[in-house]
């Protein structure tokens, strides 16, 4: 059974992406295994020090760099991913360089008709950057729409539409991760890449 970190990219507790990243570690856990990292504790990211990474950053790191893929839910503020998780996008590109060609499916909700699709743009440029270079899962847009009525009281989602969507977009994950397992090849010359990268 594969391992994943899942990541609700916000620091709101009553927060839909929050409920979006809960419905899939429990409505797939006989397929996987997945964990939610919760990102509110991460302090902000300080490029002058970092001689020693907090401990909550060494944790995430090191569950990341256990598992087999990551999976992201991210809201939209301001046509953009929010601050606390491109904070912690800052902290993953040093130290282990834990997203070197980890697999991940970025996913998210928001009350409006767009569903984050211009967070869910800009996360993916992030995680394409030198220091990152995530294995990030082509063609797999999510978007969830009119998230505040998506949900009912036990923090199912209501439709079933979206739910075969959802069905359909992690067996696709299940599938890109199995191949991506098998393409190592280049991953050590990425590390010292991504080490290498100063701005």
């Keep these: 059974m594969y391992h994943f970190i899942a990541i609700a990219g916000t620091n709101s507790f009553p927060s839909t992406n929050r409920q979006l990243i809960n419905y899939i570690s429990n409505h797939f856990h006989q397929r996987a295994q997945i964990d939610v990292f919760d990102l509110s504790q991460i302090e902000p990211f300080c490029k002058d020090d970092l001689a020693t990474l907090p401990d909550d950053v060494e944790a995430l790191q090191k569950l990341i760099l256990e598992s087999d893929g990551v999976i992201i839910a991210t809201p939209e503020y301001d046509h953009a ?30 009350y409006g008709t767009l569903g984050t699709s211009r967070a869910q743009s800009q996360l993916r440029q992030v995680l394409n950057a030198p220091e990152l270079m995530a294995a990030i899962m082509p063609s797999s847009e999510f978007y969830l729409s009119h998230s505040l009525d998506a949900f009912d009281d036990k923090g199912n989602l209501k439709s079933a539409e979206v739910v075969e969507r959802l069905e359909a977009l992690f067996n696709d994950f299940l599938t890109y991760v199995t191949v991506q397992s098998t393409l190592t090849s ?14």
């Design 81 to 110: 991913a929010p601050a606390v998780l491109l904070n912690a996008l800052e902290w993953l590109s040093i130290g282990a360089k834990p997203l070197v060609d980890k697999p991940v499916l970025v996913t998210g909700a928001s």
């Design 186 to 199: 280049q991953r050590r010359y990425k590390i010292l890449e991504a080490n290498a990268t100063k701005w």
